[in-house]
């Protein structure tokens, strides 16, 4: 069951904290790591997760991008999400949508680390 709860103004310093080790790990790999999601919008109540976009120049060094994340402790999402949900009327390859999602830290809030491609939709 997903919960909404009131705007948490220690939600863009939990992002820093997370995106901090994910920055150094990464590095060149990494194009940008931005805040995104309902806890990104100052003010908006929301699922109480931090959701962290990854973006890299397209997705052929994803296996070691995530290697490099499952080392400071994240895991891929239970079912294996390799895809985000169309939406109604988007056109284009199902490739737009690609991308993987990791979760699961030990220490603290487990946040959702989604890795996407540049210039995508998704």
Same mark, same amino acid.
């Given at each position: 069951?997903?919960?909404?709860?009131?705007?948490?103004?220690?939600?863009?310093?939990?992002?820093?904290?997370? =995106? =901090?080790?994910?920055?150094?790990?990464?590095?060149?790999?990494?194009?940008?790591?931005?805040?995104?999601?309902?806890?990104?919008?100052?003010?908006?109540?929301?699922?109480?997760?931090?959701?962290?976009?990854?973006?890299?120049?397209?997705?052929?060094?994803?296996?070691?991008?995530?290697?490099?994340?499952?080392?400071?402790?994240?895991?891929?999402?239970? =079912?294996?999400?390799?895809?985000?949900?169309?939406?109604?009327?988007?056109?284009?390859?199902?490739?737009?949508?690609?991308?993987?999602?990791?979760?699961?830290?030990?220490?603290?809030?487990?946040?959702?680390?989604?890795?996407?491609?540049?210039?995508?939709?998704?």
């Amino acid at each position: 069951m997903i919960t909404i709860v009131a705007y948490d103004p220690q939600w863009p310093a939990e992002f820093q904290r997370i =995106a =901090a080790p994910l920055r150094t790990a990464l590095g060149a790999q990494a194009l940008r790591i931005d805040h995104i999601g309902s806890t990104a919008v100052p003010g908006l109540a929301a699922k109480d997760k931090i959701d962290i976009q990854v973006t890299l120049h397209d997705l052929t060094n994803t296996a070691a991008v995530v290697a490099m994340i499952s080392a400071l402790g994240y895991q891929p999402f239970g =079912a294996l999400i390799t895809l985000d949900h169309c939406p109604p009327g988007a056109n284009g390859p199902a490739s737009d949508w690609q991308k993987s999602l990791l979760t699961s830290f030990p220490d603290g809030r487990p946040p959702n680390i989604h890795i996407r491609a540049s210039g995508r939709p998704n």
